[in-house]
């Protein structure tokens, strides 16, 4: 019984290691180099092709490295593998960070200063009460609640949007398709957490701007295909939304000639709101590798017709 990894060398240095210390009966090994393809039981990587997963009889489980799924052709996995996102508490300090960060930015109007100080002009604005300014987030899992969590103490009336609701201490609660109007309705600044599938492709368009109140400003640090990157540059152009913090793109890199990158009411930054942490991640994935081993329920398994 092996596990084979496929993804950042460096990354795959430190997995090794802590497989040596800590899984001594697994061998590791690190793609191209499979050995016996009949002995790999687990795969974690990025991304896979048919070939390499139809090569692999005795494959299980395949992990992302990544807390999505959705670079992977789910189409192409054979229908008998497990697949399992990565949810580990690094990614999930980092997406605190940066969502507070943005957060904050937009709420204290870093874009209109950051402006300001380029043409060396000195032009203050009033200073808005937390409690004027909503913040809503869409996606209620792992990332969207400990985001909320970390907003709460700066007294921005919260709100948040899934497909299933749920409790969330402090947050007002809207579920499904049928809610998603009043949830925008009262969203100021709306964050996208939400996981890439075909229901929230594109979901950040003209259509859920214009629900938003005028003069809010959006982050998204999901995906680049929940944003329809023209409807967001004519929403800025028109005045209805303020600004934008964007993490992730339809197509990464950005080309040079990019409109986001010179946009004064774009934050842009090249897809690092969060970053899956090498020491902390192993630890969850031989920990989920004994939940499967011992017949328990893996942490993170995705539900392949929903898609996340
Ligand atoms: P989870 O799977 O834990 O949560 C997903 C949430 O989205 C759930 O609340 C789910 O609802 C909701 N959701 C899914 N589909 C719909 C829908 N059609 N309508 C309404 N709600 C929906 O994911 P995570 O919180 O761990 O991660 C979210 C995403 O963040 C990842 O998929 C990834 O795309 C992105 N990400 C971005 C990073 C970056 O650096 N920019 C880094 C890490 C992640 P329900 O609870 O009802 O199932």
Redesign the pocket.
């Known amino acids: 019984m092996a596990f084979l990894y496929k993804s950042s060398a460096a990354r795959g240095q430190i997995w090794s290691e802590a497989f040596t210390r800590l899984a001594p009966d697994m061998p590791f090994r690190t793609w191209p180099d499979i050995g016996d393809p009949a002995d790999i039981r687990y795969l974690a990587a990025w991304t896979v092709t048919r070939e390499l997963l139809h090569g692999l009889p005795n494959l299980e489980v395949l992990f992302s490295v ?3 799924v ?1 670079q992977l052709d789910l189409s192409q996995v054979p229908d008998r593998l497990r697949v399992v996102r990565m ?1 580990e508490p690094g ?1 999930t300090d980092g ?1 605190v960070q940066y969502a507070t960060f943005a957060t904050l930015a937009l709420h204290r109007e870093m874009l209109h200063y950051r402006t300001a100080q380029t043409g060396h002009r000195w032009a203050p604005r009033p200073l808005l009460p937390a409690r004027q300014r909503r913040v809503g987030v869409m ?6 609640t400990a985001v909320l969590a970390a907003l709460r103490p700066f007294g921005f009336p919260l709100r948040g ?4 609701g ?1 409790d969330v201490e402090g947050v007002e609660i809207f579920a499904g ?1 049928d809610a998603l109007a009043s949830f925008l309705s009262g969203c100021d600044i709306l964050i996208c ?5 075909d ?2 492709r594109g979901i950040l368009c003209r259509k859920s701007f214009d629900l938003l109140p005028r003069g809010a400003a959006i982050i998204n ?3 680049g295909g929940h944003l329809v990157e023209q409807d967001l540059l004519d929403a800025l152009e028109s005045g209805h939304l303020s600004g934008a913090v964007i ?2 793109l339809n197509i990464e890199p950005a080309a040079a000639d990019h409109p986001f990158w010179s946009h004064p009411f774009i934050l842009l930054t090249p ?5 899956t942490q090498d020491e902390s991640s192993v630890n969850v994935l031989i920990a989920n590798i004994r939940r499967h081993q011992a017949g328990q329920p893996i942490q993170g398994e995705v539900d392949r017709a929903r898609g ?1």
């Open positions: 990544g807390a999505g959705d949810m990614l997406m996606g209620l899992g792992q990332l969207g949007w899934s497909r299933s749920g398709s957490l939400l996981p890439l599938t229901e929230t640090v999901g995906r993490d992730v897809h690092v709101a969060s970053q996340y």
